[in-house]
């Protein structure tokens, strides 16, 4: 049962690796490795209960985060053009707090 599970997130991660080079735009390419990412994070949970070790848990769980960091900053990157750089003074969101 854990084989098959084990079998077909390979699947569906070899899947998302291809969206990530096909993808036909930059957000697509992110979507596509975040979800990667995600399915590393299952695949060492299930890795963790199959072979008895609790440990891979932890493991698991410090990916997630460094996953969600890693998409947020790309993301900004993409949309911003650097991650220190400021934001536009037409940004609506940044005129609120004025």
Same mark, same amino acid.
């Given at each position: 049962m854990f084989a098959a599970t084990t079998l077909a997130l390979g699947v569906a991660m070899i899947l998302m690796l291809i969206?990530?080079?096909l993808g036909?735009?930059?957000?697509d390419r992110v979507l596509a490795v975040n979800s990667f990412g995600t399915k590393t994070? $299952? /695949?060492l949970g299930v890795l963790g209960f199959l072979m008895g070790?609790?440990?891979f848990l932890d493991i698991a $769980? /410090?990916?997630a985060l460094i996953n969600f960091?890693?998409?947020?900053?790309?993301?900004?990157f993409f949309r911003y053009g650097g991650?220190?750089?400021?934001m536009d003074d037409?940004?609506?969101i940044r005129q609120e707090g004025r």
């Open positions: 969206r990530a080079v036909p735009t930059v957000y994070v $299952l /695949l070790r609790p440990a $769980l /410090l990916y960091v890693g998409t947020i900053a790309i993301l900004k991650l220190m750089t400021a037409e940004d609506p």
